[in-house]
């Protein structure tokens, strides 16, 4: 059971828009930044977003973040087949200490 | 060019012990707190451990603490994880990251991986 709550899976249809969600508490989304990450099958990690809604170099900015009280979104625009990947939210806990991820989102572009 | 390069991975008995270790390079190292993170086969991400720059704090997941000790050695840009009474449930991919504790885990490695078996 992951601290931050993320769907499991997720889809649309190439060229459409798609949102991911990321749900957790005060101690966590609601008092530090969160990050998003995208890995590709057989990958590494890859920061996409951090700092709650800012892209890293090098990220298109087809991808956006946005977050409110608790809770977070992640979208992704224009979709691609290579966008297909595991997609997961993160933060660090102040009441836990310790970092926290959600489960993850499988996005498959159909 | 930030480059995170894991190492000390290998098929363990359950008991047994693992010392992983992470050269960082094209960033300074003392600046950046340091995280290890898994991922367990076919699961999903997994923190782990946490240190901060100077290595005087350190923070563990429940599943691992009082078996697993972080550490760095800033003057060999290096960050460690020794990893003592190993459990068939901490095989895992074990992925090095830079920043942490409130700050960005930003850049990852590519993992070494743990097997713990018998």
């Known amino acids: 059971q992951s601290v931050l709550t993320q769907p499991p899976s997720v889809s649309a249809a190439p060229g459409q828009k798609v949102t991911i969600s990321c749900s957790g508490s005060?101690?966590?989304?609601?008092?530090?930044?969160l990050s998003w990450y995208r890995q590709l099958p057989g990958t590494a990690p890859k920061l996409l977003i951090y700092e709650n809604n800012k892209r890293p170099s090098g990220i298109p900015d087809r991808f956006s973040a946005s977050k409110s009280g608790t809770s977070a979104t992640l979208g992704i625009t224009g979709l691609q087949t290579g966008d297909e990947a595991d997609y997961y939210c993160?933060?660090?806990?102040?009441?836990?200490?310790?970092?926290?991820f959600g489960g993850g989102t499988k996005l498959t572009v159909l | 060019e930030v480059q995170l390069l894991e190492s000390g991975g290998g098929l363990v008995q359950p008991g047994g012990s693992l010392r992983l270790s992470c050269a960082a390079s094209?960033?300074?190292?003392?600046?950046?707190?340091m995280t290890w993170v898994r991922q367990a086969p076919g699961k999903g991400l997994e923190w782990v451990s946490s240190?901060?720059?100077?290595?005087?704090?350190?923070y563990y997941a429940d599943s691992v603490k009082g078996r697993f000790t972080i550490s760095r050695d800033n003057s060999k840009n290096t960050l460690f994880l020794q990893m003592n009474n190993l459990r068939a449930e901490d095989t895992a991919i074990y992925y090095c990251?830079?920043?942490?504790?409130?700050?960005?885990?930003?850049?990852w490695g590519q993992g070494t991986p743990v097997t713990v078996s018998s």
């Open positions: 094209g960033f300074t190292f003392s600046n950046y707190a």
């Open positions: 240190i901060t720059t100077s290595g005087g704090n350190t």
């Open positions: 990251a830079n920043g942490g504790i409130v700050a960005t885990v930003g850049y």
């Open positions: 993160g933060t660090w806990d102040s009441s836990l200490s310790a970092g926290v």
């Open positions: 005060g101690s966590n989304i609601g008092n530090n930044y």
